[in-house]
């Protein structure tokens, strides 16, 4: 997922996909545990899609802070 992708989600939309990005790498790393999968690469996109997708609510949350606060 590209972070212009992100951008154009709303909150909700980010914290259920943060949800459903960790389900996914929880389930890729249990996977790679019992048994090595096919491309390990892919634990290392989920985990970094989490963190963007973490950042940008992080941003928009610092954003709606200072905007109140001012």
Known sequence: M????IKELSNE???ARI????????KLKFAHTVSAIENPTR???????V????????Q??????SESNS
Do not use: G, P
């Open 2 to 5: 590209k972070y212009s992708e």
């Open 13 to 15: 939309e980010i914290v």
């Open 19 to 26: 949800q459903d990005e960790k389900a996914t790498l929880t």
């Open 43 to 49: 634990i290392k996109n989920a985990r970094k899609v």
């Open 51 to 58: 963190a963007r997708l973490n950042t940008e609510l992080t």
């Open 60 to 65: 928009r949350k610092a954003k709606a802070t």
